[in-house]
């Protein structure tokens, strides 16, 4: 299998289910632990930090982004970064299902970004099922906070630490609680 062909089956949201997405997966989930090793386990300017998501997310991040490492993922690939986007310490991507993060976008610490779930049913508790994670632009996420599987978070929306997401947020709006709320809007 090859990334442009898992791709194309993440996007058709069918479950990951077969010892070939597996065998896929493990491969990426290496390369990927190459790349975050170097990143988190020595200092780098910003310039540096840059290049090593760029070879991790294969795909040239833009010179506005500010990360604060350490950053992990067990997948790298499907990650995309808009201008101005601020990703603070310890962030958590399980990426598999595509994480996209908007312009301007402000990202805590110990933010957990989860595009994968399993199948509810004992028997079909292996499967895993991607939805991709997309923050419109400007949005603020609290530390510590879970976004789950499938979410889409509106422009301008605020997402109170320490809150789990498991539905859209509408925009111009805060959410907060678990599981989040709409607390107000602004």
């Not at 997405?21 to 310039?47: G, I, P, Q």
């Not at 350490?70 to 310890?90: K, M, Q, S, W």
């Not at 978070?153 to 925009?171: C, F, L, M, S």
Request: proline content about 5%; some cysteine; hydrophobic content about 40%.
């Amino acid at each position: 299998m090859e990334l442009k062909e898992f791709k194309e089956l993440v996007a058709s949201r069918k479950p990951l289910d077969s010892q070939e997405v597996y065998e896929f997966m493990d491969r990426m989930s290496d390369e990927a632990r190459k790349v975050t090793f170097k990143l988190n386990f020595s200092y780098h300017e910003a310039r540096e930090v840059r290049e090593l998501l760029s070879e991790l997310f294969g795909e040239k991040v833009p010179d506005s982004v500010k990360v604060f490492p350490p950053l992990y993922t067990d997948f790298g690939r499907n990650i995309h970064l808009g201008e101005g986007v601020f990703i603070n310490a310890c962030c958590h991507f399980q990426d598999h299902g595509g994480v996209v993060i908007g312009d301007s976008c402000q990202i805590g610490h110990n933010v957990v970004f989860a595009t994968l779930n399993h199948g509810i049913v004992p028997s079909d508790r292996k499967k895993m099922y991607p939805a991709p994670i997309v923050l419109g632009k400007n949005v603020w996420v609290g530390s510590n906070s879970t976004i789950l599987q499938g979410v889409t978070i509106g422009d301008n929306a605020i997402v109170a630490a320490g809150a789990v997401v498991v539905g859209d947020v509408p925009a111009d709006t805060v959410v907060g609680g678990v599981p989040a709320k709409v607390i107000k809007r602004l």
